[in-house]
Each structure stands twice: as C-alpha cells, then as structure tokens.
C-alpha cells in the first residue's frame, strides 16, 4: 500500500513539473514571435487625418438637453459632458 503511494506522488511530481515546463515553453516561444514579428514586419503608420474645420458642429438645444440627463442619470448626478462631437 505504502508503495502504491509513492508511486501515486512520484508520477504526480512528474505531471506536474512536465505540464510547468511546456508552459514556461510556450511562454517563451510566443514572446519570440511577438519581438520577431514586430522586428520585421512593424505596424504600418497611419496618416494623420488633417482636421479641416476646427469649429464645432451646432447641436440642437434639445438633443443636448437629453445628452446632459442621460450622463447625469448614469453618473448619478457627479458627470458632465464637457464637450460633445459627432463621430
């Protein structure tokens, strides 16, 4: 009985430390690929869109009305919209 045991822990031991090992592997070898993947082939640059109107879209009085009370409702009465753009 004793025996059986032992052999029960030592194949655990054995599980375990297998199973830790290939994880520290794929660990490893996926941030390999990540460092080499952004080494040679690096993220395209996006131009910047240049803004041809810096002035504000007129909102209707009622829509920001409506804006204001639902932030109000989600905030419970501590936010504000500061400034509202359409997207």
Do not use: C, H, W, Y
Not at 1 to 6: K, R, S
Not at 39 to 47: Q, T, V
Not at 63 to 68: K, L, T, W
């Amino acid at each position: 009985m004793e025996g059986n045991f032992f052999e029960a822990l030592k194949l655990l031991g054995v599980g375990l430390s297998t199973v830790f090992v290939v994880l520290l592997l794929i660990i490893a070898f996926g941030n390999l690929l990540i460092k080499a993947v952004n080494r040679f082939a690096p993220e395209e640059e996006k131009p910047v869109k240049a803004v041809a109107d810096n002035t504000p879209l007129a909102i209707e009085p009622g829509v920001q009305q409506a804006i204001d009370l639902a932030v109000q409702q989600l905030t419970g009465g501590k936010g504000r919209a500061v400034k509202i753009q359409r997207l």
